[in-house]
């Protein structure tokens, strides 16, 4: 929708639906670009296709592809070849036609940036907007805790083996990520993290390529475990592990910023996400498959939730060699800011649409300060909830099945039937409403058995404790 004097021609700069969708149902139903400092700062267009493929890579392709192996532990062999593949195609489905609704909307002259104006705008609803800026809230904080979290965790670690009897406790460790985080932080835009997420995609594929080697070279050593892959428990009990389990896969394919990702991209963007995500899920194929096969081959259903964990047993020898096992722990390290920094800038763009002044530069002084103060709080925030809440894991579980499954498994949908209106007799209305409604029972299920996990695991919840809990 363009404003009263609006001639006939293109307009120069793309409009978008104002942050009160309550009056985007009235009168001035957008604002211009050009006035937006979260847009024009945090989420400049200047991107190609294949930054946005190394921010998506990012985005899905971290170290809980190391969980896999345990998901399929709740799953066994086949439902769990089953469930990896069906989550992957219905991902990449699933941000492909939001691909296409944020393309639909940019040749209406409405280029959304943010997934909550999308979802506002399309659906037509103000409590949809709100709805998503909570839940993308809750998903982007969770994930920038728990990469603090685990990134001390990995700190822990090496230290530990070097050390042994060292006193330094996880809270420490935590507190070096976070004044990491803080420095790092203040890379001004999205689009300036393209480098880092290059470097993100790498370490991916080298931490998992040395995974994959030491789970090999585990397997087929005189030490092998022994291997069960039969599912454990009662009737009820491995249904709930089985809906756990796919609510993990759910979590790991999840990203819920892909129109801020897009956003990234220079005008026109058409088209060019779906090379971004044919580069993405090339990776995910690579990673998850390889993870997750060669983990549960070795261990079966006595794999641990972290397949390092496993590769360095408590009891007995080392199933892999040091160096292969501390240097995929660098990697993991190193990935993790990244991590960190892709989920935060939501959070930013949110800070500085509020607190940045658009007519001055970037690196002004009026722009700079409250910016370097605004992050570093967002930071301290983070790491000190990392630190009390080292089973955040579980809590990340709760989230990830409320949140992920919403924004990746049925907006996407119901967003482009609201779009294109496909008719009721076609084959993609029934198959986007099947997708909408299996994938509604399965976030409820997995809501339900990611609760029960927490609940089991309460008697070992400790706040600033020096274990995380698994």
């Keep these: 929708m363009y404003p009263s004097s609006y001639n006939g021609e293109e307009p120069a700069v793309p409009l978008l639906v104002s942050e009160n969708p309550q009056d985007d149902r009235s009168l001035p139903e957008v604002s211009h670009r050009e006035h937006d400092a979260g847009a024009v700062f945090v989420l400049e267009s200047k991107g190609e296709w294949w930054h946005a493929g190394f921010h998506l890579t990012t985005a899905i392709v971290g170290p809980t592809i190391l969980t896999l192996p345990y998901a399929f ?111 790092l932080s203040q890379f001004p835009t999205f689009h300036s993290l393209r480098h880092v997420n290059l470097g993100s995609l790498l370490l991916s594929l080298g931490y998992t390529f040395l995974v994959v080697g030491a789970c090999i070279n585990a397997g087929t050593s005189k030490n092998a475990p022994p291997r069960d892959y039969s599912l454990e428990g009662s009737t009820i009990s491995r249904s709930l592990t089985a809906f756990t389990s796919i609510s993990i896969i759910a979590a790991i394919y999840g990203n819920g910023i892909l129109p801020e990702i897009q956003a990234t991209l220079a005008p026109p963007a058409t088209g060019k996400m779906f090379k971004g995500l044919a580069m993405c899920y090339g990776v995910i194929f690579v990673t998850f498959y390889s993870a997750a096969v060669s983990g549960y081959w070795v261990f079966g259903n006595k794999v641990n939730s ?17 160096w292969v096992l501390g240097l995929s722990v660098v990697f993991v390290l190193l ?11 939501v959070a930013y763009e949110i800070m500085e649409k509020k607190s940045a002044d658009v007519n001055k530069g970037i690196f002004s002084k009026r722009n700079l300060i409250p910016r370097i103060i605004l992050r570093t709080l967002y930071m301290i925030f983070c790491g000190f909830f990392a630190a009390m809440l080292p ?4 809590i990340n579980g709760v989230v990830g099945a409320i949140g992920f499954i919403p924004l990746d498994f049925v907006l996407p949908m119901l967003l482009y ?54």
């Design 391 to 394: 089973f955040f894991g579980d």
């Design 73 to 183: 532990r709740g799953l066994g062999w086949g439902l769990g070849f089953l469930c990896l593949t069906v989550m992957g195609v219905v991902t990449f489905y699933a941000y492909y036609l939001m691909s296409l609704v944020l393309d639909h909307c940019e040749k209406s002259g409405r280029r959304h940036i943010r997934f909550r104006e999308l979802a506002a705008d399309v659906l037509g609803s103000g409590w949809m907007f709100y709805f998503v800026i909570f839940i993308q809230t809750a998903i982007n904080t969770g994930i920038s805790i728990g990469a603090i979290l685990l990134a001390g965790e990995c700190l822990q670690i090496m230290y530990s083996n070097l050390s042994p009897n060292g006193s330094l406790k996880l809270y420490e460790f935590i507190a070096m990520v976070t004044a990491v985080m803080i420095v």
């Design 306 to 322: 972290n397949i390092l964990k496993s590769l360095l047993p408590d009891e007995g020898p080392s199933l892999a060699p040091t």
């Design 417 to 470: 039937n609201m779009t294109y209106k496909p008719s009721k007799s076609s084959f993609s209305f029934w198959i986007n409403n099947s997708i909408i409604i299996i994938f509604t029972g399965v976030g409820l299920m997995g809501s339900f058995a990611s609760i029960r996990k927490l609940v089991l695991d309460a008697k070992e919840f400790k706040l600033f404790s020096d274990n995380v809990v698994d």
């Design 335 to 345: 990935q993790l800011f990244a991590i960190g920094l892709v989920y935060s800038q």
